[in-house]
């Protein structure tokens, strides 16, 4: 019987948006590009049904 540990990396950040400060210039551009469009969408569905 063999056993196998994994190490865990310590969570440094537990807030809801402690991903945003890690991200880089690209990548929050990438978010906010994806959470408008989201955004647009929703208004779009809503508007025509």
């Known amino acids: 019987m063999s056993?196998?540990?994994s190490?865990?990396?310590p969570i440094d950040?537990?807030?809801l948006t402690g991903f945003?400060?890690?991200t880089t210039i690209p990548e929050k551009?990438?978010?906010w590009?994806?959470?408008t469009g989201w955004a647009?969408?929703?208004m779009d569905f809503v508007?025509?049904?």
Do not use: M, P
């Open 3 to 5: 056993t196998t540990s």
């Open 7 to 9: 190490a865990l990396a």
């Open 13 to 15: 950040e537990t807030r």
């Open 20 to 22: 945003y400060r890690r």
């Open 29 to 31: 551009r990438t978010f």
């Open 33 to 35: 590009a994806c959470a």
């Open 40 to 42: 647009l969408d929703g």
């Open 47 to 49: 508007s025509y049904h």
